[in-house]
């Protein structure tokens, strides 16, 4: 299996960015965020077949769209009474925009099965690269502002009353995750990338008692669900993303189970 190149690409990354969605997605949990998880996954879709319309990368159409929404809806929903509201208009209308986009392309439709599927054992090198450089600068944006972004997740009160710039906290992390949204989809497809961001981090929170225990656990989540969705998909000629959401989705099956069987 390693003999090949383009399977090397894919483990390589796949690990990086199942390492940051395992940790991004611990956060998004603690924030009660995974209803924007998958506005952004929506959103993705649209700037993907905005790029494919644009003869581009879709990588880039992600990227542009889903940075720009993080940064709107982050500001549109700084009362928590208009969040929901704000997020399900952003969203609507990117999905309506996005079936525009892939309507008026003249590519074929293999495209848009990338687009909703991912296909990461069909990206080049220079793609590979690409997306390990984002994946290791989501990594690395959240190690630095670790401890100011741990304390507005897990108590908003306190990082309020020790006046931390709350808001703009928000819209930094909806910042990380768009980008971390956009390196996934390339893996799981646009319609699927909020299993890798809020799978394994909600199974974790059944498992670990600690953030940082919670941390280990949703990533290893996250690692053992690509590289086994990689391998399985090599063997049996059936699609990655397939595997992948099994994997998770049993992982979250057994987290609860034991959580209930531990009460």
Not at 83 to 89: I, L, P, Q
Not at 129 to 147: I, M
Not at 158 to 171: C, D, E, Q, V
Not at 228 to 255: D, S
Request: aromatic share 14%; glycine share 8%.
């Amino acid at each position: 299996m390693f003999h090949y190149a383009f399977m090397q690409n894919a483990f390589l990354a796949s690990t990086f960015i199942a390492i940051a969605s395992g940790i991004v997605g611990v956060f998004v949990f603690a924030r009660g965020t995974s209803f924007l998880a998958h506005m952004l996954s929506e959103i993705g879709f649209a700037g993907a077949a905005f790029a494919v319309f644009l003869g581009i990368s879709p990588l880039y159409g992600m990227l542009i769209f889903t940075i720009l929404s993080a940064i709107t809806v982050g500001r549109m929903s700084s009362k928590a009474s208009r969040r929901e509201a704000s997020t399900s208009a952003v969203s609507s209308l990117f999905i309506g925009l996005g079936i525009l986009f892939l309507a008026l392309s003249t590519s074929s439709s293999s495209y848009a099965q990338t687009i909703l599927f991912g296909s990461i054992v069909g990206i080049s090198r220079g793609e590979i690269r690409q997306l390990v450089f984002l994946a290791g600068f989501v990594l690395v944006t959240v190690l630095l502002s670790y401890r100011y972004l741990a304390f507005d997740s897990f108590d908003a009160v306190g990082a309020k009353a020790h006046r931390l710039p709350t808001n703009l906290i928000s819209i930094y992390f909806l910042v990380i995750l768009a980008i971390c949204v956009s390196t996934g989809a390339q893996i799981v497809g646009s319609l699927l990338v909020f299993i890798l961001l809020t799978l394994p981090s909600a199974g974790a929170k059944y498992i670990g008692k600690t953030l940082p225990q919670m941390l280990v656990i949703s990533v290893s989540a996250a690692l053992i669900g690509v590289w086994a969705g990689l391998t399985l998909g090599y063997y049996t000629n059936w699609p990655v993303t397939f595997f992948i959401a099994v994997v998770e989705c049993l992982f979250y099956v057994g987290a609860l189970t034991y959580r209930n069987l531990t009460k």
